[in-house]
Each structure stands twice: as C-alpha cells, then as structure tokens.
C-alpha cells in the first residue's frame, strides 16, 4: 500500500501549516529555540508522520514526536533515528504476528523494536564525524558524550483496525480529547523526566502506552502530541486558533528558557 | 532564596575558582581507583577539568557552545594570580584550555577571598533577576600561613545576594581523611555529607565549615542525578579527604547549577 510522509525540516522553523490527511486534519508547527535559531543549528526536536488507503492490513496513520535531550551526544541526531525507526517499525511490524491486543503487549514490542535498534544507532552514532577544527576540550566534552550515546524522548501513535494505540517515553506530551476538548475516557498522560530512549542502551525506563477502542475511538477529535517546549501554554492547544498558537511560539521564542517546539494536532472527522 | 534560576546563555552562571597552589599540593598522597597516589595538585587539576567538560557538556548544543556559564579562576600562593585574565564564558575557556598551575610556596586564603569579594561587587549589580546566584569554589590543602582571618571575609561574601539568593560558598579540603574527620569510611556515591562541625577532628576544617554554604535543593537535585545518591538534606557545600572519588564529587558540585 502507497504511503505519504511527512517530516519536521530540523534546520529551520516551519509556520503553522494545515494538511489534509483524507478524513483527518493535521495542525502542525516546528520551532528551534532562540539560541539553536541564532547558532544556526539544528533543532533537536523531530516529527514524522506516515499515512495511506484504509487498509486491515496496515496502519491508516502513524506518527512519531520526539525531543533530543541537550545533555547527551548530538540530540537532533538521536530524535531523528528514533522517531524514524518508530514510524518503520509501527508501519511495517504492527500486524506481525498480530496487532497488539493491549497495552503491555505495545509495550513489550516497542520495547524489543528499541533494544533491536541499538546496533543500528549506536553505529550511525559512533559514525557520526565532528569538525577536524575543534578546540581539545570541545572534542573531549563529545566525545565523553558519544560514548554515553545519543538520548531522545518520545511520543508515538497508530490508527490500526479502529483502535488507536499510542505509547510514550519522557516528557513527550499526548492528549486525547473529544469534541468539547476533553480527555477521552479520562486519559490524563502522566509523563516521566527521567525517561527517555538511549541509543547505546535502548529505552532507559519504562515505554508507556494507551490504547482506544470501540465507542471511546468515535468520541475522540482531537490528538495532540507536542514537546515539552510548548508546556508552559496554559491555555489547551486544542482550543487555540492557528493564530493564536503562532503568536504564542514567538512570545516563548524571546524567552531566555526558550526551547524547541514542535506540535502534531490531528483533528479528526468521527464519521 | 530558591537557588532555582537556571543557566542560560542570556542568564549564565558565574562561579569563582580559587585555587590553593601552596608548595605542600605538590604532596603525593590522593588515593585514586587502582590503588596507586597522585599528587594533590594533578588530581586537582584532573577534577577541575573534569568539571570543564561537564560544563562544555551542558551548554553544548550540536558543536556549538553556548555561553551558559561564565568563569573566573584565581590560583593562589603567597600571592593571588587571576589565571583567565578576568571572567571568561565557558565557550571561550573551550577555546582557551586550562591552566597548568604548579605547587609554590605559602599560602594566602585571605588574599584570595579578598579578589572574589573584589569581583563580586563589580559583578553583582549587573546581575539582573533571572541569574542564578554565583558560586565560589575554594579548594586548599591546608592551613593558612600568611594574611589574614578568611573566614571574615566568607561571611561577607555569604551576605551578598542576587535574586535567585545568597551567593554560594563551597570548600573542598584536600588532607588525609583520617586528620579530618571521624568517620574516614567514605564511598562518594553514597556519602551524606558534612552536615555537623562534630563530625569533622580539625580546627581548621571547622572553620571551612563555618565558611561553607547549605547545599540548595535544586544543587542536590542535580548531585542525585549525577549519580551521588547519599547526599542528605542540610549537607554544608563541604568536602574533606584526599580520596578521588570525593575530590571528582566536590568539583562535580560545582556545576551543579540548574540549567535550561
């Protein structure tokens, strides 16, 4: 089955943008933080999204939000690797043997995806050359970092068979809301800092994971996942206008604690 | 007083070094892993770079460094000598190196104390709110042969404040652990802390102590996540012993700003 992607450009900001997804509605905007802006680096959040025909044979969506943690070795790198491998894996391996029935058996492929991962991204890590003209403490510093490996967090999610699964690793944010902006269900997300995937070790803690069926898919409208640097937004991001939300981003752009920004908001039809 | 403003490029955190650099931190006495003795001043230098690269680490973004801390380090003798040339952000100190410093003769504490309250009243009123509170780190050997009481001119430092609170006070004491306090038995990754001067055997420990901060909340947060899991509540910013462990745990302490 064809299949359309769509992925975060790290190298720039990207406006608010909508795109139709057929019968969903995709909200979405890329932000790097005033200092990665101002360096000219590249942003260490990442988001792909993957979509094609209705299908019971592989997902209709999937999508994967991740945030490079600053401290570990080349951030973007490490968010970019596994929110490619997520999308891959969650398209390709969902069905196989069968889809998950629940949340723990998410978990524990997910889990196994990951800790399989390890020998790809560690090498792509181990690989990745640094400028010849770095001063000896730079090079010192990153490579100490190398050796710890690459860290990301993580959100990632499926539209399979009616149900939508969705899983998460750190303080990489979801919610699930109907259409009066409430949590589906009850579904209060419960992120964890100290989380996070690793590319030398695997998932450094526990994946958690949610899964919606039945009557609970048709209440849901809206699925947002965003990275930590649009939590300080008090007002729900489901409720903001394209407009509102832009301006939002510049203002926490002039912050000194700016950060990266990226958000994936799917609205969906409930045909 | 939250100590919880973290380090940015626009709000960097100051932290002053000083250096004892007294002929007897040429003694070949820190125990480190393997068994084997350094001196005290290599290891010194060792940890102190250490805490460099941790710094470089936390402000690193790709290849670039972002200016989040800013530092000035004063190795002291007799004399005091401004190593750095004045304050330096930690992306030109990547540029620069670090110093080689080498064991000379006596040992002026006062002296030195006197160039941090010095740079300190320079400094603070362009501290805006948002900066976290500066951070000096003494590290010595020994007791004080020349100059005046340090310990006056600490409690002045210890009065000044910024925003975020006072400004900090850390000693580390690099002496036998048997000469210094009563319970020599020290694993770094689970140790306590000093959080009583009965718990230390030398005067002038005693009165490192007294010159020594409370170790901030937010400070011991960041120390638990660097793996020292036994630090307590009420520690003082203090350290004394001669093992590496300890020594690499006490400089660690010094980047333990929150950051952004």
Redesign the interface.
């Known amino acids: 089955m064809q299949r359309s992607i769509l992925t975060s450009d790290q190298s720039c900001e990207t406006q608010l943008q909508r795109y139709s997804l057929g019968d969903t509605l995709l909200r979405y905007v890329y932000a790097r933080s005033a200092e990665s802006q101002s360096y000219h680096q590249l942003g260490q959040d990442y988001f792909k999204v993957a979509w094609g025909e209705s299908s019971s044979h592989q997902p209709k969506i999937v999508f994967a939000l991740c945030d490079g943690v600053g401290s570990s070795f080349m951030g973007h790198l490490g968010a970019q690797l596994v929110g490619d491998d997520l999308c891959e894996k969650l398209w390709s391996r969902a069905l196989n043997p069968s889809p998950p029935k629940t949340s723990a058996q998410l978990i524990q492929r997910l889990t196994l995806y990951l800790i399989q991962f390890r020998s790809i991204s560690q090498e792509t890590i181990q690989n990745h050359a640094l400028p010849s003209n770095l001063p000896v403490l730079t090079r010192r510093a990153l490579d100490n970092q190398r050796e710890y490996g690459s860290e990301a967090m993580f959100v990632c999610g499926m539209l399979l068979n009616q149900g939508w699964f969705f899983a998460w690793l750190g303080d990489a944010r979801l919610q699930v809301l109907d259409e009066q902006f409430a949590p589906v269900n009850g579904f209060i997300q419960q992120p964890d800092t100290r989380c996070r995937w690793s590319s030398k070790v695997g998932p450094r803690g526990d994946i958690q994971s949610m899964i919606f069926r039945g009557d609970d898919v048709k209440r849901i409208k809206h699925i947002l996942a965003f990275s930590d640097g649009l939590a300080s937004i008090e007002t729900p991001l489901a409720q903001l206008s394209d407009e509102t939300i832009s301006t939002s981003i510049a203002s926490l752009e002039t912050s000194p604690a700016s950060d990266d920004i990226s958000l994936l908001h799917f609205i969906l039809s409930n045909r | 007083m939250s100590y919880t403003a973290?380090a940015?490029?626009?709000?960097p955190a100051l932290i002053i070094y000083l250096l004892d650099c007294s002929g007897s931190m040429a003694t070949q006495d820190v125990k480190l892993n393997d068994g084997s003795t350094e001196t005290r001043m290599n290891v010194v230098l060792k940890a102190f770079?250490e805490s460099?690269?941790?710094m470089?680490?936390?402000s690193?973004?790709?290849?670039?460094?972002?200016p989040r801390y800013r530092l000035a380090v004063y190795a002291y003798t007799s004399d005091v000598q401004d190593v750095f040339g004045g304050i330096k952000t930690i992306d030109q100190?990547?540029?620069i190196?670090?110093p080689t410093l080498t064991a000379q003769t006596q040992t002026n504490t006062e002296a030195a104390f006197l160039r941090a309250e010095e740079l300190l009243r320079a400094e603070l009123p362009k501290l805006s709110v948002?900066v976290p509170a500066p951070l000096i780190c003494h590290m010595t050997d020994g007791e004080v042969n020349m100059g005046g009481d340090a310990s006056i001119v600490a409690q002045r430092i210890m009065r000044m404040n910024v925003p975020d609170g006072n400004v900090l006070i850390e000693n580390i004491f690099v002496s036998p652990s048997a000469q210094l306090l009563r319970d020599t038995a020290i694993d770094a990754k689970s140790w306590p802390g000093i959080s009583s001067p009965t718990e230390l055997i030398n005067d002038y420990a005693k009165r490192l102590f007294e010159m020594s901060s409370a170790v901030p909340d937010s400070y011991r947060s960041m120390m638990l996540e660097m793996g020292y899991k036994g630090l307590q509540l009420g520690a003082r910013m203090m350290f004394a012993g001669n093992d590496y462990p300890l020594i690499k745990m006490a400089f660690a302490m010094s980047t333990a700003t929150p950051v952004?």
């Open positions: 973290a940015n490029r626009k709000n770079e460099v690269i941790r470089i680490q936390l690193t973004k790709g290849t670039v460094i972002s100190v990547a540029q190196g670090l948002g952004r």
